[in-house]
């Protein structure tokens, strides 16, 4: 697939927060600059859900983008009730969980961008950026801006680029993902690795302490802990015919995931997490009021 060959398709925004729960329970919303994923992981669960039944028309996960025009002017108008409420301090949302905020449409449209500049004038109690693009780094400025409110979250599954080709050939290397964390870093921007789900990688000394050049803090997830339905989602994707017809380990396996977890515990102790309440620690501690 190449980029002629998707649907690109404007969708004024209604509104811009969605409340959440489920998986990301302790996070009080969650926010979608887009709707669809040009970046089409092989196992991304979204591509099992209502949303994209909804909205394919037909087409394949993947094939599509609708960005949400206006977006930004919603999130305006929501974040200002959400002060004069004085629920602001309490929320944290959580960027996105069912596209990727930067794909390649957020080039031209800028909608994360603009979405971006609303919180800096009205910063909720924490922001969490969930991606796999270098292009995050184009808006590094508004997240060091936002000092201890943003957290970015950058996506590395595997260490090993032929199981990257393999499961998620649309997305950017790893090379590319490992310089943007570390330059994260290097901006004080507060930045994890999530390795969600953790795919088939080398070793876990080689993996590991490649992570933990670049980041701090690093969350390990499995597809059966973090799928949101026990891995009865992957199942229902490309996932276990790949992994059958790559030879690698029963894809429900969770010991590999386990190991790293582990590995990274020993060294960096809390800042390791595990799967749901890895994910979803800081929000907690936001949206209870206990920082
Ligand atoms: S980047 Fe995220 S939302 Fe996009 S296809 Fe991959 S897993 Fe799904």
Redesign the pocket.
């Known amino acids: 697939m190449n980029d002629s060959q998707t649907l690109l398709h404007e969708r004024p925004a209604r509104g811009a927060l969605t409340k959440t729960g489920g998986f990301l329970t302790g996070f009080s919303h969650t926010l979608q600059p887009y709707i669809g994923?040009?970046?089409?992981?092989s196992?991304?669960?979204?591509?099992q859900s209502n949303v994209h039944r909804f909205y394919n028309g037909g087409m394949e996960?993947?094939s599509y983008v609708y960005p949400r025009v206006g977006i930004a002017d919603r999130l305006e108008l929501e974040l200002a009730k959400m002060k004069s409420r004085q629920t602001l301090e309490r929320s944290a949302i959580f960027m996105?969980?069912?596209?990727?905020p930067y794909?390649g449409a957020e080039r031209t449209y800028q909608l994360t961008r603009n979405c971006l500049s609303v919180f800096e004038k009205t910063p909720p109690g924490l922001l969490v950026i969930?991606?796999?693009s270098p292009l995050a780094a184009r808006d590094f400025d508004i997240m060091a801006a936002l000092g201890e409110r943003c957290l970015l979250n950058l996506?590395i599954e595997t260490d090993r680029e032929d199981v990257r080709r393999t499961l998620?050939p649309y997305?950017p290397s790893i090379r590319q993902r490992l310089r943007t964390a570390s330059q994260a870093r290097d901006r004080g921007i507060a930045t994890q690795v999530t390795v969600s789900p953790c795919l088939p990688y080398s070793n876990e000394d080689a993996f590991g302490k490649l992570l933990l050049e670049v980041s701090d803090r690093v969350i390990v997830d499995s597809f059966v802990a973090g799928d949101g339905g026990g891995g009865k989602r992957t199942e229902r994707t490309g996932i276990p015919a790949m992994y059958a017809g790559s030879g690698w380990e029963d894809w429900r396996s969770q010991e590999a995931a386990l190991t790293l977890y582990c590995w990274l515990r020993d060294r960096i102790g809390e800042r390791a997490g595990w799967s749901q309440e890895g994910f979803t620690r800081r929000a907690r501690q936001v949206t209870s009021g206990v920082h």
């Open positions: 994923c040009r970046f089409g992981c196992y991304c669960y979204v591509s996960w993947g996105s969980s069912s596209t990727d794909q969930q991606t796999r996506t998620t997305c």
